[in-house]
């Protein structure tokens, strides 16, 4: 009767939580998951001003249902990974006028005070998925469509007959100023972007990587390029290094095992005060279904000597506050 009773205010919460919300909130987390209160997925993650930015997508599929329902991203932000606060969904499906549906990863950049937003989406009129970016003036929103069309369009990349490969954008400045723009699924694709990172500049190259499924991430610690990846299918995450973000990259192996019930993984990695942390999602909250009712987690994440990432330890207990 307990469990009954339990079950139904968890089915409350969650159906309430899926509601528009039009103010900010807080929680504090309790371990992994980090958030219980609504379903999230695919996590990226931007420090910007000493606070930590999550941005996630955001399942809402009916229970029981082996199919992605995604219409909006969502925002959360922390300063002591920890305590959270919550804003009203910053961008949705709907603000790209071009497009149809299904809010898949995504990831925001700062330049110049400027917060981009790049996302991976269904296209209305050209077959397959595709990838656009949103513009804001601050990091909680709101975005507004940048470029009122797609940046990259599925015709544009035909190494493969699948109409997903432009999904999953990951983007990154590097040290001289050069935007690059990663995405793909089966293919990795890249390409530079110019100075107002809503146009390409020069010709989309491909990277090739061992069983290269999806979810590429870039980042770069002392001197060294990472780029994580999934890798089969259900996901593990492995990674590349290289000593230029144009490679030649090298294989480095496995870095997150599957995660839970959930047959993706999806990664994002990044240092805030002083603590490195991987952020990724599992299944955990949902008993059935899990790859598409996700969650977000967070753990710490340690580089050994040579530059080389340890294994991660997915915990139940998640990160300790930092001061
Ligand atoms: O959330 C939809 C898709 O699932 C993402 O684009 C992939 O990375 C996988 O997590």
Redesign the pocket.
């Known amino acids: 009767m307990k469990k009954l009773a339990s079950l139904l205010s968890c089915c409350f919460s969650l159906a309430l939580a899926n509601a528009q919300q039009s103010k900010d909130t807080t929680f504090r987390s309790n371990g992994n998951p980090i958030i219980t209160h609504k379903y999230t ?2 996590p990226a993650a931007m420090v910007y001003k000493d606070t930590f930015y999550l941005y996630t ?1 955001h ?1 809402v599929a009916p229970k029981n249902r082996n199919g ?1 329902e ?1 219409h909006d991203w969502l925002c959360f932000s922390t300063t002591d990974m920890v305590n959270w606060t919550e804003y009203p969904s910053p961008l949705n499906v709907k603000d790209f006028t071009w497009a149809k549906d ?4 995504s990831q925001v950049i700062e330049r110049k005070g400027k917060f981009y937003w790049y996302v ?1 989406i269904s296209h209305a009129a050209i077959h397959g998925k595709a990838i656009g970016v949103a513009v804001a003036d601050n990091p909680r929103g709101p975005f507004k469509d940048a470029l009122g069309k797609a940046l990259i369009t599925n015709d544009m990349t035909t190494e493969t007959k699948i109409s997903w490969d432009d ?2 954008p990951t983007i990154f400045i590097d040290d001289n100023q050069q935007a690059y723009l990663f995405w793909g ?1 089966t293919t990795l694709h890249y390409v530079k972007l110019k100075e107002n990172m809503i146009e390409m500049e020069g010709e989309i190259k491909t990277v090739q990587l061992p069983n290269f499924t ?2 590429p991430w870039v980042h770069k610690h002392n001197g060294w390029y990472y780029l994580s990846y ?1 890798y089969q299918f259900p ?1 593990k995450i492995a990674y590349a290094m290289s000593r230029n973000i144009e490679g030649p990259w090298e294989y480095k192996g496995i870095l997150n095992e599957i995660a839970g019930n ?1 047959n ?3 990664q994002a990695i990044l240092e805030f005060r002083g603590k490195n942390y991987f952020v990724y ?1 599992n299944g955990a909250l949902a008993a059935d279904a899990g790859s598409f009712h ?1 969650s977000v987690c967070i753990d710490e994440l340690f580089y050994n000597k040579d530059g080389t990432m340890k294994r991660v330890v997915m915990t139940s207990e998640g990160v300790k506050a930092v001061k």
């Open positions: 997925a695919d997508g399942d992605y995604m299904d809010a898949w990863a991976a999904i999953d699924n999806e979810a999934a996901e959930s993706t993984n999806h999602h996700r």
